[in-house]
């Protein structure tokens, strides 16, 4: 066992997954999560409202002594002084410094990082990735953006920027615009979870739309095999529930990698646990 997981094991912990309309804390213990809460986030909410949405889940789940709590945004992240820049669909959080914040309200240690990586690291240390000490966990939702673990530890860049792959150009546009649930408005008009359900039931136009999908996804693959070459990918978000409608096509494609050892031993799998964010998260305020 880890460090971290006995940690986890002895030690209640706080995580706190803050998402762009709802924001979830759940107290961990015994490598699991023990209890939790989740408040709706003020769409157009003041900085303020915003904050007390995040207090008043983790109020709600405080019911003793915690040693720490870990924080994931979906933002760039001054991870070293606790600031959260330009906040994914919360207007109001341009900069906030949301570490100190929480750690003078609630006098305990606290941590920051971006989703993409504690979905990662949840995944890491809870999840699919136990075992491998490289590896991506790639979210596939709104946007795309991944975690990078190389060496059991996160790699968040100076800027907490690292993993950005949604942002790499791409035939006309860029990643994201082609690999995330865009796509679908984006390239054919359509609604991506309307597709899926017409997946469903088998029809010919949207199972196009998915192979389509799957196609741009094996090449944005490849490009993060070409750069990290990591032992398994792990793919989390909601477009990821038509992962066998997409799954052959995108296979198809890694096939093709110049390097055909990268293709042979690359593993690729979905994450099943719905706790992985706030489990992630929490393991940001131990040792790893």
């Known amino acids: 066992m880890t460090k971290i997981q006995d940690n986890i094991n002895h030690e209640p912990i706080l995580g706190v997954d803050i998402g762009g309309t709802k924001v979830r804390a759940s107290k961990i213990q015994d490598m699991k999560v023990t209890r939790s809460a989740q408040f709706l986030i003020p769409k157009n909410g003041s900085e303020r409202d915003v904050l007390h949405a995040v207090y008043n889940a983790i109020d709600e789940v405080l019911d003793g002594t915690i040693s720490g709590m870990g924080i994931g945004v979906p933002s760039v992240v001054d991870i070293a ?33 971006n989703d993409a990586n504690c979905f990662a690291l949840g995944e890491r240390y809870f999840g699919k990735g136990k075992g491998h000490a490289n590896m991506i966990g790639l979210i596939i939702g709104t946007g795309m953006a991944a975690g990078i673990v190389i060496n059991n530890k996160i790699y968040n860049g100076p800027n907490c920027g690292a993993g950005e792959f949604g942002m790499i150009p791409y035939l006309d546009h860029y990643y994201e615009y082609y690999c995330s649930g865009q796509f679908f408005k984006n390239v054919h008009g359509e609604n991506g979870p309307d597709v899926y359900q017409s997946c469903l039931h088998g029809q010919a136009k949207a199972l196009a739309m998915f192979a389509e999908f799957g196609n741009h996804l094996g090449h944005a693959i490849n490009t993060i095999l070409y750069a990290i070459d990591p032992e398994i990918i792990i793919l989390g978000g909601s477009v990821c529930k038509g992962y066998e409608f997409f799954r052959e096509a ?39």
């Open 81 to 113: 002084m606790g600031i959260v820049y330009d906040v994914q669909n919360i207007p109001s959080w341009k900069e906030v410094h949301l570490g100190g914040l929480l750690s003078d309200r609630y006098d305990v240690p606290v941590h920051l990082n």
């Open 250 to 288: 995108m296979w198809a494609v890694i096939h093709r990698n110049v390097y055909r050892t990268m293709s042979a031993n690359i593993k690729i799998d979905v994450s099943d646990n719905a706790d992985i964010h706030v489990l992630g998260a929490a393991a940001l305020c131990l040792d790893l």
